[in-house]
C-alpha cells in the first residue's frame, strides 16, 4: 500500500501539494458560496470525500506516526465544531508532519 501511494505522489509530482490545497480550500469555503443549492451539496460531499483519499494517500506515502494520525483526526473533529481549529490542524499538517 505505501508503495503505491508513493508512486501516485510522486507521479503528481509538484501538483500533489496544489491538488490537496485546493481541495482543502473548496471543503472549507464551499459551504459558505453554494450550499443551499443541492448541487453545491453534492460538490462539497465529493470534495469532502477526494480531500480525505488525498489526506490517507499522503500520510501514507509520507510515513506519519499512528499518534500524529490519531491527533490530527481528533483535530477535525474539534474543526468541525470551530472551523479555525480546522485550519489550524491542517497547517500544522502542513508545517510540521510533511517536511
Same mark, same amino acid.
Given at each position: 500500500?505505501?508503495?503505491?501511494?508513493?508512486?501516485?505522489?510522486?507521479? !503528481? #509530482?509538484?501538483?500533489?501539494?496544489?491538488?490537496? $490545497?485546493?481541495?482543502?480550500?473548496?471543503?472549507?469555503?464551499?459551504?459558505?458560496?453554494?450550499?443551499?443549492?443541492?448541487?453545491?451539496?453534492?460538490? $462539497?460531499?465529493?470534495? !469532502?470525500?477526494?480531500?480525505?483519499?488525498?489526506?490517507?494517500?499522503?500520510?501514507?506515502?509520507?510515513? *506519519?506516526?499512528?499518534?500524529?494520525?490519531?491527533?490530527?483526526?481528533?483535530?477535525? #473533529?474539534? #474543526?468541525?465544531?470551530?472551523?479555525?481549529?480546522?485550519?489550524?490542524?491542517? *497547517?500544522?499538517?502542513?508545517?510540521?508532519?510533511?517536511?
Amino acid at each position: 500500500m505505501r508503495t503505491f501511494c508513493m508512486n501516485i505522489v510522486e507521479a !503528481a #509530482g509538484g501538483l500533489w501539494s496544489y491538488v490537496g $490545497w485546493g481541495l482543502f480550500l473548496l471543503v472549507l469555503l464551499l459551504p459558505y458560496v453554494a450550499f443551499s443549492t443541492s448541487a453545491g451539496l453534492t460538490l $462539497w460531499l465529493l470534495s !469532502a470525500l477526494l480531500l480525505i483519499i488525498w489526506w490517507i494517500t499522503d500520510v501514507t506515502s509520507q510515513m *506519519v506516526p499512528w499518534w500524529m494520525i490519531l491527533a490530527g483526526l481528533v483535530l477535525i #473533529g474539534l #474543526g468541525l465544531i470551530q472551523r479555525i481549529l480546522l485550519i489550524a490542524c491542517w *497547517v500544522i499538517y502542513w508545517t510540521k508532519v510533511r517536511e
